[in-house]
Structures are given as C-alpha cells and as structure tokens.
C-alpha cells in the first residue's frame, strides 16, 4: 500500500546454474534455480514452494559452484541504482541492502535442510566455506556500490534458525558456524555508520543472548505461532 517508504537494493550471488522449467501444469511449475536446485511452485497466490533435488551436496559440487560465483560488475544492478536513487533520497525513502548467507539460505536455496545439518556435524570446514563465500560476495559487491557514492541505511539478511517448536541446531552450534558470520556482517555495517538488521523466523529464544551478542540493530520478526 506504499505505506512503508523502504527500497531495497540486491545483487547476485549465485552460480548462475541454467535456470530451465521441467514441467508445468494448471497448478505448479517446476523448475532449475541458478542455486542448482529443483524446485516445484505452485501457482496459488501466496504459496511455499516444494524443493524436489539438490545440485549441490558434496565438495566437489560445491567447488564448482564456487568457482561460478564470480564477481563480474553485470551482478550489481547498476542501470536500476542510476534509474531510481536520486528518487529514493528524495522521497527520503529507507534504503535496506539486501544480503544473502547464512544457515537459512544455504540449506533452503542451495544444499538442503538434512544434507546441511549432517555437513555441519561431518563436514564443518566445508559448511564455513560456504558460509564465508556467500559473504564474501555479498561484502564485495556491496562494497563497490557503496564505493561509487550510493548509500543505504542497512543491510538486512534473513536466517531462519528455528521452526515452531525449536531451533535447528544448538547455541553452541551457533557459537561455532553461524556467529561469526552474523559478527563480521554487523561489523562491516557498523564500520560505514550504518545498521545491520537479522530476519529469523522460528522459535530462537534459545539463541538469543548470542544473536545479541552479534551486535545487531534489529531482530525481525517475533512470530506468533513460535
């Protein structure tokens, strides 16, 4: 309703596998993501999509996603910023940068939710790896906007840590995988005298006092229901 007077700013992070629909009927389409995995939509108005398969679930398919992960300037939307910033300012809108890591979008976009699990008990040097590119391109490429003169209030990143019941993993496991990326993102902000805002849905009651020690500005949202 053009109540919240918000713009937001993203770039592009994935490998960029082939995006392909596999099938389509009257109710869902499914479909290739540029993340590597299958996914099945359904066409109702506000709907949750299925995810069928996963590309990306050993090393070796993540060093090739990796190394498709490039930082090419056609990933910051340059054309869009030009178009539309001097507006923003003026109407002095909240302008949020949108970045992409963390637990929630590893295992919901690129991994899966067992297959990620398991790999932070088995395989943590590889779920840091991750981890850190994720960041790493969002640092990056947001960096380069900032540098060419356009500036936003925050960054904002979602991480669902938690379901209805209770969290996906423990406060130590927090404390080992997850915090120090949510940190060095709050730093980065922080460092260009802006906020730094965490999306979680989920019960995370658990996890609190170290979300907080994070430094974040702000936690979205409370949910009802968890």
Request: glycine share 6%; hydrophobic share 40%.
């Amino acid at each position: 309703f053009e109540v919240d007077k918000v713009a937001g700013i993203g770039v592009d992070i994935t490998p960029r596998f082939p995006v392909k629909v596999l099938e389509e009927t009257e109710r869902y389409k499914i479909v290739t993501t540029e993340w590597g995995v299958t996914m099945k939509n359904f066409k109702e108005e506000d709907s949750t999509p299925e995810m069928l398969d996963f590309r990306v679930t050993t090393q070796e398919a993540w060093d090739e996603a990796k190394a498709r992960m490039t930082l090419d300037e056609d990933r910051i939307p340059w054309a869009f910023l030009k178009e539309n910033y001097d507006k923003w300012r003026a109407e002095g809108l909240w302008i949020q940068a949108g970045f992409w890591f963390g637990f929630d979008v590893t295992h919901s976009w690129m991994m899966g939710t067992e297959n990620l699990l398991v790999a932070m008990l088995e395989e943590p040097e590889l779920v840091k790896d991750m981890f850190d590119t994720y960041l790493n391109r969002g640092e990056t490429l947001f960096g380069r906007i900032w540098d060419a003169g356009y500036r936003f209030d925050e960054i904002s990143w979602p991480d669902d840590m938690g379901y209805k019941g209770t969290t996906f993993f423990s406060s130590n496991m927090y404390r080992e995988m997850v915090q120090p990326f949510h940190k060095r993102a709050v730093e980065w902000a922080h460092n260009r005298g802006i906020y730094a805002r965490l999306h979680s849905c989920g019960n995370i009651m658990s996890l609190l006092p170290d979300v907080m020690d994070t430094g974040i500005d702000c936690l979205n949202p409370l949910e009802v229901k968890a």
